[in-house]
């Protein structure tokens, strides 16, 4: 749903478009922490790291990213890691 009037839509694109890179990178990045500290306190307590990992995964990236696979190679790694 957008509700947004296309007038304002594009005034707000403007504003931001005009911001330097870096600074339009650094709200990015803000944002998507606020996202990722929201969705961390929505699970419940007690869920091991690799299941915080996999409702993670699913939540940002829905079907756009294979979270089987995803958590197949952090086990691979964790192993990987412990044999070292």
Do not use: H, W
Not at 21 to 39: N, P, Y
Not at 69 to 84: C, G, V, W
């Amino acid at each position: 749903m957008n509700d947004t009037p296309r007038e304002i839509a594009q005034m707000v694109r403007e504003k931001l478009m005009a911001r330097p890179g870096a600074e339009r990178l650094m709200m990015g990045s803000r944002m998507f922490e606020a996202a990722r500290t929201m969705i961390l306190a929505s699970f419940p307590a007690g869920l091991s790291e690799v299941e915080i990992r996999r409702r993670l995964c699913e939540r940002l990236y829905g079907g756009e990213v294979n979270v089987e696979a995803f958590i197949e190679s952090l086990l691979k790694a964790r192993e990987k890691n412990d044999d070292a």
